[in-house]
């Protein structure tokens, strides 16, 4: 087994151990904060996996760096500390070619097979010397509830309020049934769920294209990847805008999500991954969209040349 098949296995036995206690990242009632894992050197947010990674570590402090980057601030590693493990992929090279010119230049060509790096990084709390935190005093400002209602709007997104006890998205129809607001105990209930379910809109095939039927009827195994894949991308939301994670989880899915990590550790790259991108489609504006989807296409083309 490879560095990182063993470092994705201790990730979901982290993870199932968490789910099965109701801790995991994504399970947790954030109201959401600015408290996204990111690295103060690069300057760089940690997406997708490692996002959920180092996000399952514990640790209240965001802030994390490698050992070397460090040394170079002049802070120690604290006695025993355990670094954190984050993935690194890298899709192009530079090469050099000649022009139609005759002139030699760098241009970046994409690679057939990915090529993935490995880095380790540890928490601030872990390391002796470091500054304090300084919050974000614009994002303290936050207004979650307009955040959210500007999201649902501008998503354009066909939503149907009924007075139910269900919500859902139907990928047939391409709709979203919400129950009327009135049934909610609060306006934090209500857009917690209409953006998780506005998640599983994006994937249909004109947008981020998740299929989730098989033959014309949902496929279970599927969509309980797929709720999964919602539920991150619910909390990347939360912890990027302010808007409340919907963490009313039903209990079967639960047990879905953990035979799934048990099976393939990797699922939770991929869901993770998804829902980064999930997040990203909610709250980018109609260029990043229409970016999203051209790289996710690209994506797909790939791999069915690659099949």
Request: glycine content about 6%; overall charge positive.
């Given at each position: 087994?490879?560095?990182?098949?063993?470092?994705?296995?201790?990730?979901?036995?982290?993870?199932?151990?968490?789910?099965?206690?109701?801790?995991?990242?994504?399970?947790?009632?954030?109201?959401?904060?600015?408290?996204?894992?990111?690295?103060?050197?690069?300057?760089?947010?940690?997406?997708?996996?490692?996002f959920?990674?180092?996000?399952?570590?514990?640790?209240?402090?965001?802030?994390?760096?490698?050992?070397?980057?460090?040394?170079?601030?002049?802070?120690s590693?604290?006695?025993?500390?355990k670094?954190?493990?984050?993935?690194?992929?890298?899709?192009?090279?530079?090469?050099?070619?000649?022009?139609?010119?005759?002139?030699?230049?760098?241009?970046?060509?994409?690679?057939?097979?990915?090529?993935?790096?490995?880095?380790?990084?540890?928490?601030?709390?872990?390391?002796?010397?470091?500054?304090?935190?300084?919050?974000?005093?614009?994002?303290?400002?936050?207004?979650?509830?307009?955040?959210a209602?500007?999201?649902?709007?501008?998503?354009?997104?066909?939503?149907?309020?009924?007075?139910?006890?269900?919500?859902?998205?139907?990928?047939?129809?391409?709709?979203?049934?919400?129950?009327?607001?009135?049934?909610?105990?609060?306006a934090?209930?209500?857009?917690?769920?209409?953006?998780?379910?506005?998640?599983?809109?994006?994937?249909?095939?004109?947008?981020?294209?998740?299929?989730?039927?098989?033959g014309?009827?949902?496929?279970?195994?599927?969509?309980?990847?797929?709720?999964?894949?919602?539920?991150?991308?619910?909390?990347?939301?939360?912890?990027?805008?302010?808007?409340?994670?919907?963490?009313?989880?039903?209990?079967?899915?639960?047990?879905?999500?953990?035979?799934?990590?048990?099976?393939?550790?990797?699922?939770?790259?991929?869901?993770?991954?998804?829902?980064?991108?999930?997040?990203?489609?909610?709250?980018?504006?109609?260029?990043?969209?229409?970016?999203?989807?051209?790289?996710?296409?690209?994506?797909?083309?790939?791999?069915?040349?690659?099949?």
């Amino acid at each position: 087994m490879s560095l990182m098949d063993n470092k994705r296995k201790e990730l979901a036995d982290l993870l199932i151990d968490q789910m099965k206690k109701g801790t995991a990242p994504w399970q947790k009632p954030w109201s959401g904060s600015n408290l996204i894992p990111y690295n103060p050197t690069s300057n760089k947010e940690y997406q997708g996996g490692n996002f959920i990674a180092l996000s399952a570590r514990g640790f209240d402090d965001p802030r994390w760096c490698t050992f070397n980057q460090a040394k170079t601030k002049g802070y120690s590693i604290m006695k025993g500390a355990k670094a954190g493990y984050v993935e690194y992929w890298q899709f192009t090279k530079d090469v050099k070619e000649k022009n139609k010119d005759g002139v030699e230049e760098v241009v970046s060509m994409r690679l057939r097979s990915p090529i993935v790096k490995a880095a380790y990084v540890f928490n601030f709390e872990q390391i002796n010397g470091v500054p304090p935190l300084q919050i974000d005093e614009n994002k303290k400002n936050w207004n979650p509830i307009e955040t959210a209602e500007k999201i649902i709007t501008s998503s354009g997104a066909s939503i149907i309020h009924k007075t139910s006890n269900s919500a859902y998205y139907d990928p047939r129809n391409d709709k979203i049934t919400l129950p009327i607001k009135e049934q909610f105990k609060d306006a934090k209930g209500y857009y917690g769920t209409a953006l998780h379910e506005l998640a599983h809109w994006t994937g249909h095939k004109s947008r981020l294209d998740r299929n989730t039927l098989h033959g014309g009827h949902i496929d279970q195994t599927l969509y309980a990847k797929e709720e999964l894949k919602a539920e991150i991308a619910s909390y990347f939301l939360a912890m990027k805008t302010g808007i409340p994670n919907n963490i009313e989880q039903n209990a079967a899915y639960v047990s879905s999500w953990i035979k799934a990590l048990e099976n393939d550790p990797n699922e939770i790259y991929k869901a993770s991954k998804d829902a980064d991108i999930i997040s990203r489609y909610l709250i980018g504006d109609d260029e990043m969209k229409k970016d999203l989807i051209e790289k996710h296409t690209s994506v797909k083309k790939d791999k069915e040349v690659e099949r």
